[in-house]
């Protein structure tokens, strides 16, 4: 019960909370300077808020939230910024994910390390493929 309630806190306060505290994060001007290591400083940030990053679709989402019930042209500002980046982190995971399943994958075939190279290789032309339904049978 007790771990319960703590990811009850977590989802309904602490989420939402970090989510708002996104807006008011980085200047404009600095965040298209600094683009690379906004990531680092929003891992570090959740970790600070005592949440781990799989939770980074949730926060997209109480961000989104929270841009919808501003009116403050800076915060929204903000929150696409952070928005963008937060959808870059998404994505970036999941795709190492991927590569690490066929890594696995490939890890007990013998010769692996040509067949390492040439499945990352299919993947990543997949993934860049404009097809559709490419697109849709790799995931």
């Not at 600095?30 to 005592?50: D, V």
């Not at 980046?85 to 013998?110: D, F, N, S, T, Y």
């Amino acid at each position: 019960q007790c771990i319960r309630d703590i990811t009850k806190d977590i989802y309904e306060n602490v989420i939402p909370k970090f989510s708002e505290d996104l807006l008011t994060r980085v200047p404009q001007n600095e965040m298209e300077a600094q683009k690379l290591q906004l990531s680092t400083i929003l891992r570090n940030s959740m970790h600070s808020y005592g949440f781990n990053l799989r939770h980074l679709g949730r926060v997209r989402h109480y961000l989104k939230v929270s841009l919808e019930a501003s009116t403050d042209k800076k915060k929204i500002e903000y929150g696409n910024c952070w928005d963008e980046i937060l959808l870059q982190e998404i994505v970036g995971r999941c795709i190492a994910q991927l590569v690490r399943m066929k890594l696995r994958q490939v890890h007990e075939l013998p010769h692996s390390e040509g067949q390492a190279t040439i499945q990352v290789s299919r993947l990543f032309n997949l993934l860049l493929s404009s097809d559709d339904e490419v697109l849709r049978k790799l995931l």
